[in-house]
């Protein structure tokens, strides 16, 4: 490879990949100093993105996944943890 590459988190966090969002709203939160477990709770239980930070762009990358997507990873992860 002579080319060089541009990468960007934006670029990937787009393809759709639940897992990586969450966590990227995740640390968005905590390093503005919210409590991220009760934003994330009150955005999928409300709908309402003000919950989440700008900081980021978290806001707009959590607003690419449905909240019914970001129940069922959770929910299948936590199911996954709990048979071990």
Do not use: W
Request: proline content about 2%.
């Amino acid at each position: 490879m002579k080319n060089t590459m541009k990468f960007s988190v934006e670029d990937y966090l787009e393809q759709g990949n639940q897992k990586d969002i969450l966590l990227y709203v995740f640390k968005a939160l905590e390093e503005k100093g919210y409590n991220p477990v009760n934003q994330l709770v009150g955005y999928l239980l409300s709908g309402d993105p003000t919950y989440i930070t700008t900081f980021n762009d978290a806001r707009t990358m959590i607003k690419k996944v449905e909240r019914d997507e970001i129940l069922e990873e959770l929910l299948t992860h936590y199911m996954e943890c709990v048979k071990k």
